[in-house]
């Protein structure tokens, strides 16, 4: 049996949101065969939180494969091994929803959970978190790099594997009180929309609209440019819609620039003034706009091209 283990990295809160995987295949008492990929998420909304886990910025992945392309190469082992993961309905979560926010069929997966194994093997008043095990088990690696996660896991598996004697990995489940838990196939999420376009970003707008809008005039944006200059984007509420203005030399002549495409994007790397919470509620107000006043991402760039 394909034995492996499996860590995903994610952009923000949704589970359908992996930026970066890592997997580490299991045979003969040992790790033979490691893999990471960065992946392409749905949207470029990377939440403050999770680059400071992870470092992986919107630029590390812009140019990137989507979820169904990296994951391709994998899904078959991963379709008929066991797979290992630490917390692993967290992994097992990011794997089903990212199948799913692409319209994709789920198949079944069958795991075992190293955090669970820890616990029963290795346990200890600090804790089973993936970096506390290894380090008392003496396994190297940078935690939170996707690839070196899912060989870590891999390692504290045949840590347990040899401290109980079991036969191999999969023989846990015969000398601990353990099961390999089988999720059904079936839709885990359903297909992707955005984030945010919910009563209260359409509030957000309504109120917007009825009071001069406050709310637009309060999303300012500073953004570094390519040569190091500093401009501002601005949401105004015009007549036709949602206006992103951009005071560099392409948006004062009323061109879509690319300072622009990052606010919608959520792409905060070259953000100077840090007001990040601003970026989703932009977000939330592009996405939440009222029924037949729904203004797309492509829209507001159109907008700001007219
Ligand atoms: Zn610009």
Known sequence: MTILAIDFETANERRD?????????????????????????????????????????????????????????????????????????FDLGVLRAGLSAYGLPVPAFSYLCTLQIARQVFPDPAGCGLGKVAARLGIRFAHHDAGEDAYACAEIALAAMRRTGAADVAGLTRVLPLQVTTLPPGPALPRYRPAGAGSLAARALSAARRDAAPEAERLRFAVRGSTGNRYEVALEERPLGLYLRCSCPAGRNRRRCRHVDAMVDGDVTDLISRNFADVERLRQLIAGAPAGHRIEPERVRRVQAA
């Open 17 to 89: 949101s992996a930026c970066a995987v890592g997997l580490a295949w299991i045979a003969e008492g040992g790790v033979v065969r490691r893999e990471s990929r960065l992946i392409r998420p749905p949207e470029l909304r990377f939440a403050p939180g999770n680059i400071r886990v992870h470092g992986i910025v919107p630029a590390d992945v812009r140019g990137q494969p989507d979820f169904p392309a990296v994951m391709a190469e994998f899904l078959p082992d991963l379709t008929r091994g066991l797979i290992l993961a630490h917390n692993a309905p």
